[in-house]
């Protein structure tokens, strides 16, 4: 049998009784047909005897086949001219950004994969470090996914992992990114100010609510001026108006 082990293929076969060594031989697909067998590994000149061989000398997006002779003194036995294959798939190469309060992560296009499942590490500030790896999209077919399941001001890492029927990559992993997730806020006039509101902010400690007022003389909004910090709950009614226009805006603080 064939199988991956991490960027290598392993190699292994049942014991032959009687059997003094073993020898493997490796074919590649090249063009449109399998290489000649060729000899990459004979045990009789290991100091242990053992029942597998592992092929440390492959390429990604190479098919290679494996098969074994078993060797007593000048007798070797029949292999088979088949023999398992495996290809091995590349890492795909990701990046993450944060965009309009989601985490969009991207990558490449990785030749022989048919789909792809996406993972995720958050930084738990708290026990100053890394959580595990959690599988947030499985089967993905396009190459991007969009993350909004996001905690406020942590810090993400994603990984792809590239797949086919036979096989699977290794993790590629992104850039670490920040979720600076913002509110969003609404705003009316009643009589007795600005009432304003906004969303739960996941994580967030508390918010922070700035105002500018448009200047009717120079046609221009003002200057943003900070009305309220440290507020616990998600509204706030501003009695400090005038006749006049108004932009509010909220950002979370943890």
Known sequence: EAEKSGTDILVTWRASIGAENYVVYRSEYQGDKWT????????????YQSCSYLDESVKTGVSYRYTVKAVKGNYESTFMTTGPSVTL?????????????EIVVSWDAVPDAIWYDVYRKSYDSEKNRWNGWERV??????????????????????????????????????NTVRANIAPVVT??????????SWNTITGAESYIIYKCKFNEEKGEWGDWSQIKNNLTSTEYIDTDVITGSYKDAVCAKK
């Open 36 to 47: 000649d067998w060729s000899e990459i590994f004979n045990s009789k000149s290991e100091s």
């Open 89 to 101: 798939i590349a890492a795909p190469k990701v990046s993450a950004k944060f965009v309009s309060n």
């Open 137 to 174: 999209s499985n089967s993905q077919k396009t190459l991007t996914y969009k993350d909004s399941n996001i905690t406020f001001s942590t810090d993400y890492i994603y990984a792809v992992e590239a797949m086919n029927v036979e096989t699977s990559s290794e993790y590629g992993e992104s």
């Open 187 to 196: 705003a009316a006039y009643k009589d007795d100010g600005v009432y304003i």
